[in-house]
């Protein structure tokens, strides 16, 4: 079967035998986007995080043919030309990622928790962000966070006064 | 100038190389081997394999190899080492900046394919990277720069004297010359002999804690991970493999699965089947077809697995003695127990790699720690020369030891083969976990006495281990008969305190049904457990404090004071209390890895059952600091893993079969179990850079349990601690 969905604002049309099959292949190897990643393909470990109509999802668990026709944003897509995202920035300033497998579903995980909470108390971010990062940044993450929260009020400050 | 001309590799007449120092793991140890086999001077190596950096051995050790320059006025730097996120990449760029005088952003680092003819002689591992290659990259950098001015002298017209560099330009009077220029055209490397390295005062870039040179890359999702990797035409690739310890694959029924969608091929061979298809997706599906039988000779269990690895069973070795062995029925001899499960690496990417084999030549790209063994593997196994199989090393997403053996290469190698096109074959996470190189489970009595001072007299460490470094297949078998024992399993084995009338560590050490190997830290995080928490056992039945108590088991050498330093750093930064206030307390404990001392308190609090690390002040010798950040990163990451293994993980056989399969049911530390604050204080003890990524796991253990003791006066002795 065919699948369309908008990605990252562009179109694309994946064709899969098996429309329960994960999205999060549809991604990689239909479109081609390697930035999402499989850490376990059960939801359990949040490396396949993305923006499914704003909500973060975990894609591996996500049968592609409900992407039908949805707005879908990847880590490639969560920068806009070229300008880093405020959770991209913040977790550039406190220098975040050691091996970096994990962090683009934590990054996809967090812009999303900050969409629905600008500013997240530890308690929040303990319940919210729920990740596995064996390197253990959370430490780093934690901090990154806070300072992306930072960055999003006075962005969405400057802008609502422009 | 292109890189076939810069990095010529077979006009070059004379290559300015690197002198390779024999040592432990190199052939000095092999040639000792016939005649050091008396126990005596065994642990005399046993204790200079607890220090010694193993110097860097490998292949293409000439200068015009490693550093690749650019038109462009760029150097790539190719490299022995991988990246898994230790931060070694940025630690070598610094290096080679300050010897090259080129700036960090003019520089690339990447892994070195075999076929570039530089192969590490051993892995990725031991924390080594940034110690073993400090030298050797800072006498290529020095020797790369001297000939790049002399090639520059010729082309400007000018002494060589007269040159100076930075940026990658060289200068003479008002005539300047980039890098690229002056080596236009250069197709021989006559390089210099080796000039006089810098005094350590005048690196510009090496010690300052500048960011890791691959952030950006990481932030933005780039496909930089084996994991990413693709080929034209690739086909994807799941394997069917033994899932119960030690059982044979009797018959299979694939016909089923022949039939599903997207399905290519299905191979099937003595103790594996692979499934082919167009996509992973379309693989799985298929795979889940197959109907498998399987020949189970023996049912393990969680219980025969505990009565099989003790201490008093498998091969005994004396690891460390200095005076008489205590009697452990004797007058005021204390004694306990401990233990740890079997963990499993669990690194966010999983094993895999993409192959390509046709016209007698194979390239095989993945995540590894070990490029030159898993060349090797994949030519034996396709009875190809080593020099047709080029292995393309990536990024790795998380190496902790789990790929310092990458030989499912070999699978994706012989599908490869059969079906004439690139395959791509990773594990599931079950594969992943049921089929780990697991961190041994260990089992340890500790004993001590006491004097009449309120001394401790005598301390003894027994204990039992799985595999770590025997069997491992970057060690070679003679190194386990020449050394009697398990180097891997007796990290942290012995006794770090000097001042002691008697100590004594006895390791006992059997193979196990299933696969263990090196697991960050390797023996380290169990036998500091054990010991450490001991000892505070010891302080508390004396009525002294802990930290004094250790102080005054230290002796007086280099050794000892760097040990005695990290210890009083890390109880007055911590402001160390004795005692609980309320369901808080302090722990402490400290540890001695590969000649890097490292003293932690941490602050605990107990609420119903649940262990919680509030705060961890961690005081750590890592020698030179090239980038004090990354060792920062490092401590936290060792710190979280520690906590994460001391407090959540631990795999269990269950009919035969090893459990968990998944993340979350493999209970590990996440963000709501890691401490919100990390205070870091790095001490330089020496003018070199020492091994991070692992020294700082030992002291967490114990000094958790340490703590928890004071909370509820419990005193937690196997790991993972629980309160219920
Ligand atoms: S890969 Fe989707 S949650 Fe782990
Ligand atoms: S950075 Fe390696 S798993 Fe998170």
Redesign the interface.
């Known amino acids: 079967m065919k699948v369309s969905f908008n990605i990252n604002g562009e179109q694309k049309t994946v064709e899969v035998s098996d429309g329960n099959s994960p999205l999060l292949w549809a991604i990689r190897d239909g479109v081609g986007l390697k930035g999402t990643k499989f850490g376990c393909g059960k939801a359990a470990c949040g490396a396949c995080t993305i923006h499914v109509d704003g909500n973060a999802v975990r894609s591996c668990s996500f049968p592609v043919r409900m992407a039908e026709g949805k707005e879908i944003t990847t880590i490639e897509g969560l920068s806009n030309d070229g300008v880093l995202h405020p959770v991209q920035q913040a977790w550039m300033d406190e220098v975040v990622p050691q091996c970096g497998y994990c962090q683009p579903g934590f990054m996809m995980a967090t812009a999303a928790m900050l969409d629905k909470i600008p500013n997240p108390t530890d308690e929040d971010i303990d319940n919210n962000i729920i990740n596995v990062c064996r390197c253990g940044t959370y430490y780093r993450m934690r901090k990154a966070i806070h300072r992306a929260a930072e960055l999003n009020t006075k962005k969405n400050n400057s802008e609502s006064t422009q | 100038m292109t890189d076939q001309n810069s990095k010529n590799k077979p006009k070059s007449k004379s290559r300015r190389s690197f002198l390779i120092k024999g040592g432990i793991g190199t052939l000095g140890l092999m040639a000792l081997g016939t005649y050091v086999f008396r126990n005596p001077m065994r642990r005399k190596m046993y204790e200079m394999t607890e220090t010694l950096v193993v110097p860097y051995s490998g292949t293409g050790t000439q200068a015009n190899l490693w550093i690749e320059f650019t038109k462009d006025n760029t150097v790539v730097l190719h490299s022995p080492k991988v990246e898994?996120?230790?931060?070694t990449f940025t630690g070598l760029a610094q290096i080679l900046a300050d010897e090259l005088d080129v700036n960090i952003n003019q520089i690339t680092v990447k892994a070195a394919e075999t076929a570039t003819g530089i192969v590490d002689g051993m892995s990725t591992g031991g924390s080594l990277s940034i110690a073993q290659l400090w030298q050797p990259l800072r006498e290529m950098a020095a020797t790369m720069r001297e000939f790049v001015k002399s090639e520059g002298a010729k082309k400007m017209g000018v002494d060589v004297s007269s040159i100076t560099t930075a940026n990658g330009i060289l200068t003479s009077g008002t005539q300047t010359l980039e890098y690229a220029g002056a080596l236009e055209g250069v197709t021989e490397f006559n390089l210099p002999s080796t000039p006089e390295l810098r005094p350590l005062k005048e690196y510009k870039s090496v010690g300052k804690p500048i960011?890791?040179i691959?952030?950006?890359?990481?932030?933005?999702?780039?496909?930089?991970?084996g994991?990413?990797a693709e080929m034209p035409n690739m086909l994807?690739a799941a394997v069917i493999r033994p899932e119960h310890i030690g059982s044979k694959l009797k018959h299979a029924d694939i016909s089923e699965a022949e039939k599903m969608?997207?399905v290519v091929r299905i191979l099937e061979y003595d103790d594996w089947i692979g499934v082919i298809a167009n996509?992973?997706?379309?693989a799985l599906?298929a795979k889940n077809k197959i109907k498998t039988d399987w020949d189970i000779p023996k049912v393990w269990s969680e219980e025969t697995l505990r009565d099989y690895l003790r201490v008093g069973q498998g091969d005994k070795m004396i690891t460390q003695k200095s005076g008489a062995p205590l009697d452990p029925d004797g007058d005021g001899v204390v004694s306990m127990e401990f233990s740890s499960p079997i963990g499993a690496?669990?690194?966010?990417?999983?094993n895999g790699a993409v192959a390509h084999v046709t016209d007698g030549k194979a390239t095989v790209i993945l995540s590894t720690q070990v490029i030159g063994a898993t060349q090797k593997q994949v030519a034996e196994a396709l009875g190809f020369d080593m020099e047709n199989v080029n292995i393309v090393g990536t990024?790795?997403?998380?190496?902790?030891g789990r790929r310092l053996n990458t030989s499912h290469a070999v699978k994706a190698a012989i599908m490869s083969r059969e079906i004439g096109q690139p395959v791509k074959y990773?594990f599931?996470?079950k594969e992943e976990f049921q089929n780990d190189t697991f961190r041994p489970p260990t089992h340890h009595f500790m004993r001590g006495k006491m004097n009449d001072n309120g001394q401790l007299s005598a301390l003894e460490h027994h204990y039992a281990s799985g595999d770590v470094a025997i069997n491992a297949l970057i060690m070679p078998s003679v190194m386990t008969s020449v050394l009697g024992t398990d180097v891997g399993a007796m990290r942290g084995g012995n006794i770090m305190y000097a001042n002691l009338e008697r100590r004594r560590a006895v390791q006992w050490h059997k193979t196990l049904p299933f696969a263990t190997s090196f697991w960050r830290s390797l023996g380290l995080l169990a036998n500091t457990f054990a010991i450490e928490s001991f000892i505070d056992e010891m302080a508390l039945n004396a009525g002294r404090n802990p930290v004094d108590f250790r102080l005054s088991m230290l002796g007086t050498d280099e050794h000892q004071s760097r040990i005695r330093k990290v210890i009083e750093v890390a109880a007055e930064k911590a402001g160390y209390k004795e005692g609980a206030s309320g369901n808080r307390a302090m722990g402490f404990a400290a540890s001695i890895d590969a000649g890097a001392p490292c003293a932690q308190v941490v602050e605990v609090s107990v609420e119903g059952d649940t262990i919680k690390v509030e705060k961890v002040i961690c005081a750590f010798d890592c020698g030179l600091a090239v980038n004090p950040?990354q060792v920062r990163?490092q401590c936290?990451?060792?710190?979280?893993?520690g906590i994460?293994a001391v407090l959540h993980e631990k795999m269990t056989i269950k009919e035969g079969r090893l459990y968990p399969i998944?993340?979350?049911?493999y209970d590990?530390?996440?963000?709501?179990n890691?401490?919100?604050v990390?205070d870091i204080h790095l001490i330089q003890g020496v003018d070199h850079p020492l091994p991070v990524g692992e020294p700082p796991l030992g002291p967490i253990g114990a000094a958790i349990g340490n703590a928890v003791r004071r909370i509820t006066g419990k005193r937690l002795t196997d790991l993972p601690m629980k309160l219920d």
């Open positions: 898994m996120g230790q931060g960011k890791r691959d952030l950006r890359p990481k932030i933005v999702g780039d496909p930089i991970f994991m990413d994807h969608p997207g996509s992973f997706a379309e599906a690496h669990a690194q966010l990417e999983p990024y790795l997403g998380g190496g902790f990773f599931t996470r950040d990163a936290e990451g060792s710190i979280i893993m994460s998944n993340y979350g049911a590990m530390a996440l963000m709501k890691s401490p919100r990390i």
